[in-house]
């Protein structure tokens, strides 16, 4: 039998997995979506409709920065991806234009090596690649102690 406490964190802890499920749910209907509605776009004979289309997707979904690409891709592969692997979800999804980058594997690479042991964290995968994936949050697991009462 559980106790309340125990009852509450496994509570938590299944609020937390499907609301993380919904995430990479939503964050793959917004990648297919954008991408349909990007596509069409760009078969619009209409120059005005066209441009219309695109702003609107645009400011639906923003223009995030680089390293948060990175980040939105690696959150909706859990299991990590090489930097190569990184760059094609970013192209295949639209996330971002990265013909203006002259090389955008070796800005991957920075931008995964400046947030390596913060957000992220290199590892070899079953390949024997090295690859990257979110790093575990860690959990507090001992309150700190009651302050001192000074008399």
């Not at 509570?11 to 793959?28: H, M, W, Y």
């Not at 400011?59 to 920065?65: N, V, W, Y």
């Not at 690479?109 to 790093?135: C, P, Q, S, Y």
Request: glycine share 8%.
């Amino acid at each position: 039998m559980q106790t309340p406490f125990e009852q509450t964190m496994n509570d938590l802890f299944q609020k937390l997995e499907a609301a993380a499920k919904q995430r990479v749910e939503a964050d793959i209907q917004i990648t297919s979506n954008s991408a349909a509605i990007r596509a069409l776009a760009g078969t619009c004979e209409d120059e005005g409709k066209k441009t219309g289309y695109l702003v609107r997707l645009d400011e639906i979904c923003g223009k995030p920065g680089f390293k948060d690409v990175v980040l939105s891709v690696l959150n909706a592969h859990p299991k990590g991806l090489t930097p190569k692997g990184i760059r094609s979800w970013i192209l295949m999804g639209e996330k971002m234009d990265l013909s203006g980058y002259s090389n955008p594997l070796a800005s991957i690479h920075t931008t995964l090596r400046r947030m390596d042991g913060k957000e992220v964290e290199e590892f070899t995968n079953k390949e024997g690649e090295n690859a990257w994936r979110i790093k575990p949050r860690r959990l507090v697991t001992q309150a700190p102690p009651p302050p001192t009462v000074l008399r």
